[in-house]
């Protein structure tokens, strides 16, 4: 495996996954998104990734982090939005460079899930979330292709690979496909094997379902 640095962009931890906030209240979220970013920056480290850094929404974001003993960038000011927050993080943390994205909320992630995608034959690797999402997205170097996130961006990745000429793959694993927007995501971990610390945190967010 090429040297590769790995980017995790982080909400406000607490103001993020609004889809839950009828459920889970701020401090509970916040629970939430500490755990799982702890989760998939194990992994991360696992898997031989050589650099692991967290693109942060603000200085919240970047003291949990922090804690975890992760280097971080802050999102630029005045960019609200994923794609223009980790293109910011691209030419700051160097364009030339293997870039792998990893989003924050895999808590079932593992070493071997990125491994699988580390190891897969192409300039542009998708792993892609059950929902057409972007679980983690390889590019080598980062400034092949824009990153495309939102609704459908596994797709909308490899149609930017194939726009440029340059090869393309697929990597389905289940660590990559389930991450959690919403209650019923967050219920279903219980029949999955999340990490550590998101199993540990489960019991604080869903009651007696978790017990």
Do not use: F, W
Request: a negative charge; one cysteine or more; hydrophobic letters at 50%.
């Amino acid at each position: 495996m090429a040297l590769t640095l790995a980017v995790v962009p982080l909400q406000t931890p607490g103001m993020g996954k609004r889809r839950l906030a009828g459920a889970l209240d701020p401090e509970q979220r916040a629970l939430l998104a500490s755990a799982m970013l702890a989760d998939v920056a194990a992994s991360l480290a696992s898997a031989g990734v050589d650099e692991v850094v967290v693109a942060a929404a603000g200085s919240r974001a970047e003291g949990v982090a922090r804690g975890l003993g992760l280097d971080t960038v802050l999102d630029p000011v005045g960019r609200p939005g994923l794609n223009p927050v980790l293109a910011a993080a691209t030419r700051r943390l160097g364009a030339d460079r293997p870039q792998l994205i990893a989003a924050a909320d895999l808590p079932c992630l593992t070493s071997a899930d990125v491994v699988a995608v580390m190891d897969a034959d192409a300039e542009v690797v998708v792993a892609p979330t059950s929902g057409g999402g972007t679980g983690l997205l390889l590019r080598r170097p980062a400034s092949l292709i824009a990153t495309a996130y939102g609704p459908g961006s596994a797709e909308r990745h490899l149609m930017l690979a194939r726009d440029v000429g340059v090869r393309a793959a697929v990597v389905e694993r289940v660590g990559c496909e389930h991450d959690v927007d919403t209650l019923s995501d967050l219920a279903a971990l219980l029949e999955l094997e999340p990490g550590p610390a998101t199993a540990l945190a489960l019991p604080h967010l869903l009651g007696r379902r978790a017990s």
